[in-house]
Structures are given as structure tokens and as C-alpha cells.
């Protein structure tokens, strides 16, 4: 399947790399790992994101060489053959002549051929770039080469004598997203929204969370997301308190919150929205009071958001709502500096505000540059998702309080003015909630 993205994209990005990577290196990427669900099926088969980002190639039992100032063509691309009766049974193989016309490959290879050819390839080289540690048994096999090479050192071999970790560098490139990657994460979000739309048109009392998901995925598919950018989070009544909640399998009951989090991944690109709305399409006076406290933690977390500003402040800014809002309803006692400095907050408030995001939900790049925190800049793209979670035991708190949990997300850009929000078309308002579920 060809990316959305243009295939001179792909292109741009392998110059940028080399432009860091300097001459006399060499750069050696492989394609993500298949996985056995059970016996003889697979878990669905996502390519690894430095490679993708690098080839726009999405098959596995695949390697990337790339080679600064290779007179016969500095992208190199090893793949498996054609083979009729394989892709009778797994589907299309884009071969050795499809990598070159389809993905803009200098020279391909049959993946067979790679213990052969590598060494080749890397003799003479100063600078190997790998990412060492994903793969162990890839690791093995680059040592082998590098080995193979120091045993012919008397024959004039030169094995490279220095290596580089890869995603330092590649990791930077991904942080800066283009106008081109910005289309696909907005129409993700797009996406996303509609789907969480959809759960709080379907919600109500006697569903079980599984059902909300089953619509959620749906949404997500009909519109061209094969898969979640995450396994997906439905949380009702007290499941709504654990972070990471997947079971989804509680029948949702009258008078409940859940909080629904979830996101689609086009093209390899993760949008991730997190709503709470009321089961019944009515907040309860508690429910409301933590709520709004939330939502306005997350509003001027998002007004934090600009290129002015450093990746800590939203999250500060959000940590201020949240503690001065617990204080004004009792859950906390004191003053508010005491509060932050103490960390007493952190019994409802255990995370962080947000994360990069693009290829991968989490997404690479460093959130310090020399110990201090990172300046946002313009083309990055960060969540932002205060929340506050009750624990259903917490003792020191109103039994009316207990078991409420709330979390509300959305994809922020960085623009040259401030912010976009990517995801606002999924309504956070308790107002626009509780008229929508009416229908």
C-alpha cells in the first residue's frame, strides 16, 4: 500500500538525515518484527516508524542502508522477492524492481542476500549508525559484519571504528512535523473525533464498554484507520480511576461516568483524544464540580501552548487548576503554593500533562535540551491531558467524591501565532455533551 504521504517526501527526509550523518558513514535500518498471536496467527504487522518514516515501505523481512555521497546511489533497499504462490497466501510483495520504481530506491537486494552484501557496503565506512538494543538478534548480525570485516584487516579491510546511535538524529527530524504530515494527523483527529461523537450518541445505561469500543473502531475503520493509533480505554464507574484501563468488558450502569480514550492511526500517524461524559447524558452535581475543574486545567494548559513558551508550562499551568479546584471543593486542605511544592496533589493527579505525538502515540524526540526544559517551536504537535482520579477507597475524601474519574485530551500544534487544537471537534463543553446526547 502506497503512503499518502508524496513519495519526494521520503526522499527529502534520507537528505536531511545524510546531511547530519556526514560522509564516510552509513546508516542501517530494520523493518519491524512480525509477532505470533497463537500458534499460527499474527498479530496484525505495523512497520517500525524510523523505517517507514525513511521509505514510506510498509512490508516486513525488510533492511535500509543508507550511504552519504554512494556514487551508485545512496538509498539501498533489501526486501523479499516476488514469490506467486507466498502472495497467494500473504498478500503483495512489492520485490526488488517495486522498490526501486515504487519507493525510490537506488539499489535493491533480496533480503536473502544481506549477510552477503552489507559487509561490502559498510567496508571503508568510519561511521556506522544503528539503534542498538530494539533488536538483539539484528544487533548479533551487525556484529558479525563489522567482524567479519576486522578479520580481513590484513587484506586492507577497514571496518568502521566508531558507532553512532541513530535516533538521536532521526529522532529530531521526527519532532518537526510538515505541512504534509500535519494533513494526515489532522484528518486522524478528525477521525477520532467523530468516533468519540459517535460513543456519546450510542452510550447508555446496560451497554457494556466493549460496545462503546466496537463503535469506536467502527468509526475508525469505515473512514480508512485499519487499526487504533493504541489499544483503546473505556473506563465506566471506577475504571475510569486506572490509567491504563483496557479490559473494557464492565456493563456501564446509570448515573455513571466513562471515560473513553482513544485514537486512530492513518497512515501510520496517531491521533489521540480522551472524552468523559455521563452514561446517562446528565453530569451529577460532583460529577460536574470535578469536571469543569478539569476542563479548565486543560484549557490553560492548551493557552500555554505557543513558541514562547517551554514544554513544562503547560503542564504547570494545568497542576495550578487542578490544586487550587481540589482545594475549593475540600479534597485538599492548606494553601496552594504548600500544595504544588508538597506534591499533595499527586493522589489525584499521578501524570504528566502530555507527550509528543505523530508516528507513534508516544512520540520520539527529547523533552530536555542540556538539562533544561525544550522550547516549543513551531511544527511540533503535543497532547494535552490533565485529569483527576478519585480513587473508590480513598478514605480522606466525601464518599460523594469517590470513584470519579475524569481525563480530557486533545492534539495541540505549535503555530508561529500560538496554537492549533487538532481535535476540537470532539465537544468537551459540558453544555455541548449533554445537548448532544440528547440527540
Known sequence: MQSLLPKQQFSQRRMALMQWMGSDSIAIIPAALQYIRNRDADFRYRQDSDFYYLSGFA?????????????????????????????????????????????????????SKLDEIIPVLMEGKKRLYVNLGAQPEFDARVMNWVNSLRAK??????????????????????????????????????????????????????????????????????????????????????????????DNRRQMQNGDLVLIDAGAELDHYAADITRTFPVNGRFSAEQKAIYEVVLNAQLAAIAAVHPDNHWDKPHTAAVEVLTQGLLD??????????????????????????????MDVHDVGDYKVADEW????????????????????????????????VRIEDDVLVTKTGHEVMTDAAPKQVIDIEQLMRG
Open 59 to 111: 512490508e516486513p523481512d525488510a533492511v535500509i542502508c543508507i550511504i552519504p555521497n554512494r556514487p551508485q546511489g545512496e538509498f539501498i533497499l533489501f526486501c523479499r522477492e516476488k514469490d506467486r504462490e507466498r502472495e497467494i497466501w500473504d498478500g503483495y510483495r512489492a520485490g526488488v524492481e517495486g522498490a526501486i520504481e515504487l519507493f525510490g530506491a537506488d539499489d535493491s537486494y533480496p533480503i
Open 153 to 246: 584487516t590484513r587484506q586492507g579491510a577497514k571496518a568502521p571504528a566508531e558507532f553512532v546511535m541513530l535516533n538521536h538524529l532521526l529522532h529530531e527530524l521526527r519532532l518537526y512535523k510538515s505541512a504534509d504530515e500535519l494533513n494526515i494527523m489532522r484528518r486522524a483527529g478528525k477521525i477520532s473525533a467523530n468516533a468519540h461523537i459517535r460513543a456519546m450518541q450510542k452510550a447508555k445505561h446496560g451497554l457494556y464498554e466493549y460496545e462503546l469500543e466496537a463503535e469506536i473502531i467502527h468509526e475508525f475503520m469505515r473512514n480508512g484507520c485499519v487499526a487504533p493509533a493504541y489499544n483503546t480505554i473505556v473506563g465506566s464507574g471506577a475504571n475510569a480511576c486506572i490509567l491504563h484501563y483496557v
Open 374 to 405: 525544550r522550547q516549543l517551536e513551531v511544527g511540533m504537535v503535543l497532547t494535552v491531558e490533565p485529569g483527576l482520579y478519585i480513587s473508590p477507597d480513598c478514605e480522606k475524601v466525601a464518599a460523594k467524591w469517590r470513584g470519579i474519574g
Open 329 to 358: 471543593l475540600g479534597l485538599l486542605q492548606g494553601t496552594l503554593t504548600d500544595n504544588i511544592e508538597q506534591g499533595l496533589y499527586r493522589e489525584f493527579y499521578m501524570h504528566r500533562t502530555g507527550h509528543w505525538l505523530g
